[in-house]
């Protein structure tokens, strides 16, 4: 893999024994951050799988057995932490300069030696959701991109979510009223005539944590733009899928990924 990128690969403890984990430490603009490493526990190629997990610092931290999960399904996954998190150096700051950790870790992916034919699709949940849309229209080789319970503008997160206006005030630097320009840039929806990839967004219509708001104004620009994109709305669910249904997502959207 790409000396430039890679610093580090030390072998993790893995949940599944088909998979090999790896805690990798890269650079991203100059600071060094780190990630994990899934891959499927053979000399195949697999193509790359971008994981672009939600929430801030403890809360959404990515977790082993998801991201084993995707890998078995015959992908090389790379979940970045972010900056800040698990020993990496800088500061977090919800889709502001921690975007460049996912772009980074996309340039990564591209450089592992078992990656097959140059793809590399993009996954974000929740506050993913806005990275993945993000590193589509910043990386437009990337195959697909999958929004689930994705947020798509930040106005509307500010707005919705009362538990959340003093992290992101501190984090953006104030509301929307005092500095609409930093949520707009923090909001991919509007930059989405860049975007090369076909979209799959799939939201549960009772999620209170990221309302299904966020995935028909997604729905609705693309569309606008005549963008290629497929929707999957459960509206029996919330944020979090029942494990047994989850499975059966993966496996599906794995399946449309390939299938791009």
């Known amino acids: 893999m790409d000396s430039l990128k890679l610093i580090s690969k030390q072998k993790f403890p893995s949940p599944n024994p088909k998979v090999r984990l790896y805690m990798v430490e890269y650079f991203s603009s100059g600071l060094r951050v780190k990630g994990l490493m899934a891959e499927p526990d053979d000399d195949e190629r697999h193509e790359g799988f971008l994981y672009l997990r939600g929430g801030i610092k403890r809360v959404g931290m990515v977790r082993p057995a998801r991201i084993a999960q995707f890998a078995a399904e015959g992908f090389i996954v790379f979940a970045p932490y972010y900056r800040g998190n698990e020993g990496g150096e800088g500061n977090e700051d919800f889709a502001g300069d921690d975007r460049e950790d996912a772009f980074s870790a996309f340039d990564l992916l591209k450089d592992h030696p078992r990656l097959k034919d140059n793809r590399i699709h993009v996954f974000g949940f929740s506050r993913g959701g806005v990275m993945?849309?993000?590193?589509?229209?910043?990386?437009?080789?990337?195959?697909?991109?999958?929004?689930?319970?994705?947020?798509?503008?930040?106005?509307?997160?500010?707005?919705?979510?009362?538990?959340?206006?003093r992290m992101m005030k501190r984090v953006?630097?104030?509301?929307?009223?005092?500095?609409?320009?930093?949520?707009?840039?923090?909001?991919?929806?509007?930059?989405?005539?860049?975007?090369m990839a076909p979209v799959?967004?799939?939201?549960?219509?009772?999620?209170?944590?990221?309302?299904?708001?966020?995935?028909?104004?997604?729905?609705?620009?693309?569309?606008?733009?005549?963008?290629?994109?497929?929707?999957?709305y459960f509206n029996e669910y919330t944020h979090y899928f029942p494990p047994s249904v989850n499975r059966q997502v993966v496996q599906k959207l794995t399946s449309w990924m390939k299938s791009q």
Request: proline residues 4%; aromatic residues 6%; positive net charge.
């Open 132 to 165: 993945a849309l993000l590193t589509g229209i910043h990386r437009p080789e990337t195959s697909s991109i999958v929004t689930w319970g994705g947020v798509s503008d930040m106005h509307l997160t500010y707005r919705e979510r009362k538990d959340l206006r």
């Open 172 to 195: 953006i630097g104030g509301t929307p009223n005092k500095f609409p320009e930093r949520y707009d840039w923090r909001t991919p929806i509007h930059d989405l005539e860049h975007l």
């Open 200 to 232: 799959l967004i799939i939201h549960g219509a009772l999620d209170q944590n990221v309302s299904g708001e966020h995935a028909k104004r997604l729905e609705k620009q693309l569309k606008k733009l005549g963008k290629s994109h497929e929707t999957w």
